[in-house]
């Protein structure tokens, strides 16, 4: 049973930073491409950024300069390091993976940016 757990989210003021983490069982994250979407109140889901199984990664525009997608193989786990956060930048943050078809997501994890 493939299951994303994410977890590091929090209360930060604008300028501040979080790193957020997904730790994966029933998958192997490194043949796959990982990815991070956030939904904030009353919108979307939004995709922010992704990891391919060559490390290669890409970002959204309104994120770009600012976060940082990696990975740790060896503990199954994809990471998300949020720098110069601002308020617009609140929401809840899932990491999320597609396989055969099949799109899975945690739970999400909740970004609150206010000072």
């Known amino acids: 049973e493939v299951q994303l757990v994410e977890s590091g989210g929090g209360l930060v003021q604008p300028g501040g930073s979080l790193r957020l983490a997904c730790a994966a069982s029933?998958?192997?994250?490194?043949?796959?491409?990982m990815k991070w979407a956030r939904q904030a109140p009353g919108k979307g889901l939004e995709w922010m950024s992704g990891?391919?199984?060559?490390?290669?990664?890409d970002y959204a525009d309104s994120v770009k300069g600012r976060f940082t997608i990696s990975r740790d193989n060896a503990k199954n786990t994809v990471y998300l390091q949020m720098d110069s956060l601002k308020p617009e930048d609140t929401a809840v943050y899932y990491c999320?993976?597609?396989?055969?078809?099949?799109?899975?997501r945690g739970q999400g994890t909740q970004v609150t940016v206010s000072s």
């Open positions: 990891i391919y199984s060559d490390s290669r990664s």
């Open positions: 029933g998958l192997k994250i490194s043949i796959r491409y």
């Open positions: 999320a993976t597609t396989i055969s078809g099949s799109d899975y």
